[in-house]
């Protein structure tokens, strides 16, 4: 899936991403925000939610709700979650939405 139409969907689902699972801010990193991306790629997100949403069952309804607008597998990732050297990375090539 082309970077550009994964923006378009999340821009598209904005106001329920905030206002259903409490996401503060969503981006594309990984082959998908590289060009890289092949037909069975995953789409690699990064997220950041409110404090009030922090659950592991929102994180995976978030996912599910993800993958089925886009189409696509969704591999959901916070900051908090990765590894310095990996968030360091994740951070510079995120595009956000």
């Not at 995976?60 to 968030?87: C, I, M, N, S, Y």
Request: net charge negative; hydrophobic share 45%; with cysteine.
């Amino acid at each position: 899936m082309h970077c550009a139409r994964v923006l378009t969907v999340l821009r598209q689902h904005h106001a329920e991403l905030s206002d259903r699972f409490g996401v503060e801010a969503i981006a594309v990193f990984g082959s998908t925000a590289r060009g890289e991306a092949r037909d069975d790629s995953d789409v690699d997100l990064l997220v950041q939610l409110r404090p009030s949403h922090h659950t592991l069952r929102n994180f995976f309804r978030l996912r599910d709700f993800l993958e089925q607008a886009l189409g696509a597998r969704v591999d959901l990732a916070t900051l908090d979650a990765l590894k310095p050297a990996v968030r360091a990375h994740v951070e510079r090539e995120a595009l956000y939405a």
